[in-house]
């Protein structure tokens, strides 16, 4: 996983609420495990006029024009503005991995559904909850703006626009830490090897009838 700790990035306004992970990536794409090349596929009904299936050379369907990834202005995007239960519906990593393949590195939301806030953190997606007010000001801001921008400071807890406004926002230690470091849940629990290797010695003394064969 990457590391994180500054960037600035195109932003792209999704006024959508309740974006589901349905939306996000079809259910016929989630058949690999691969955590890659599913960017193409990302908001594929939404993306695309005609229906798309596994396999398909996705440069040759096409693109509904007033989707706004599809808006010139919007290519390079790197940042998503979302608005109220971004990521609801069921349990799917693969709605992460398509923004990562994408090139999506952070969704800010004014609430993010807890499984896909959880599912962000653990695969390297910045997910950011701001209020209310301040999301329709970005959402203004975007709109008025060619190529807008925010700069998001991870190390501070920070959004900032091109204007020197500053908003901060919260996160737990843990979730902050996963992404200064870039350690996903394998690396996070191989951090912590002296003990468990300290642990299972232990163990082994006070219940060694547990480590017969």
């Known amino acids: ?61 096409r693109e509904n024009p007033d989707f706004i990834l599809n808006q010139p202005r919007y290519r390079e995007a790197q940042i998503l503005l979302g608005r109220e239960n971004f990521g609801c519906g069921s349990s799917r990593e693969h709605a992460v991995w398509s923004f990562l393949d994408y090139g999506i590195s952070v969704v800010i939301a004014p ?22 007010d301040v999301i329709d000001k970005l959402f203004e801001e975007t709109l008025a703006t060619d190529n807008y921008q925010l700069t998001i400071d991870l190390e501070n807890l920070s959004v900032s626009t091109p204007d020197g406004d500053n908003y ?28 468990i290797r300290d642990y299972e010695a232990k163990r082994k003394q006070q219940a060694p009838w547990l480590f017969a064969e």
């Open 168 to 195: 901060l926002f919260e996160l737990e230690n843990g979730l902050q830490e996963r992404l200064l470091q870039g350690m996903d849940d394998i690396a996070l629990t191989l951090s912590l090897s002296d003990e």
């Open 1 to 61: 996983m990457k590391v994180f700790k500054s960037f600035t990035g195109i932003v792209v306004p999704l006024d959508r609420s309740n974006v589901d992970t349905d939306a996000i990536i079809p259910k016929q794409y989630l058949k690999s495990i691969k955590r890659s090349g599913f960017g193409p596929n990302l908001f594929d009904e939404w993306r695309y006029l005609d229906a798309g299936e596994p396999g398909d050379d996705h440069a040759k369907r």
């Open 111 to 132: 609430s993010f559904a807890d499984i896909f806030y959880s599912n962000s953190f653990k695969n390297g997606l910045l997910s950011i909850t701001l209020d209310g």
